[in-house]
């Protein structure tokens, strides 16, 4: 995890805070903008925190999927160095990259826009479902029921513990209202 102040503007537009995630070694890393980290912008917004993190991970499988191709791709690469002297070959994490990147851009041209792209429709479900959950918390405790809890002194398991609690409960209707 780490921040950037003006990361890839043509990915996050004029939006004032944002995520982006990227291969990196056999996992991915999420880079989110610098305004989430200063407690003058959105460092202390739990809510927009969770809400780009729970769509940031939808995309791990896009990720898994594109190295997958990439890798492939890699191996016809290096065999053509082998008979073409001066050619330039990528480190194969540069290239993953590369190819992740490209098949986004792509997506963003085709569709019309970052939002339109049907990866970030399907890293939206992310998100989604947590502010399903988030909504079924507030109407049940209490508006920022789950902020509150995240941002209260009580120790980390027990958080955790309560949000499991909710969680089952969340589950539990669900279930009854199939
Ligand atoms: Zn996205």
Do not use: C
């Amino acid at each position: 995890m780490r921040g950037v102040s003006n990361p890839y503007p043509w990915y996050f537009g004029k939006d004032t805070y944002g995520g982006i995630t990227l291969p990196e070694g056999n996992h991915a890393a999420i880079t989110y903008t610098n305004s989430l980290f200063d407690d003058s912008e959105f460092g202390q917004n739990y809510y927009e925190w969770l809400d780009i993190s729970s769509h940031e991970v939808g995309h791990i499988n896009h990720i898994k999927a594109s190295n997958k191709i990439a890798d492939k791709q890699y191996e016809l690469l290096l065999k053509t160095s082998m008979y073409a002297k001066d050619m330039y070959v990528p480190s194969l994490e540069t290239h993953r990259t590369t190819s992740y990147l490209s098949k986004f851009i792509a997506s963003y041209l085709k569709y019309g826009g970052h939002d339109k792209s049907p990866l970030e429709k399907q890293a939206d479900k992310g998100s989604d479902s947590f502010n399903r959950f988030n909504n079924f918390v507030n109407e049940k405790y209490g508006n920022n029921s789950l902020i509150n809890l995240l941002k209260s002194d009580i120790s980390d398991t027990k958080k955790i513990q309560q949000i499991d609690k909710y969680w089952n409960e969340y589950v539990k209707s669900k279930e009854t209202t199939k």
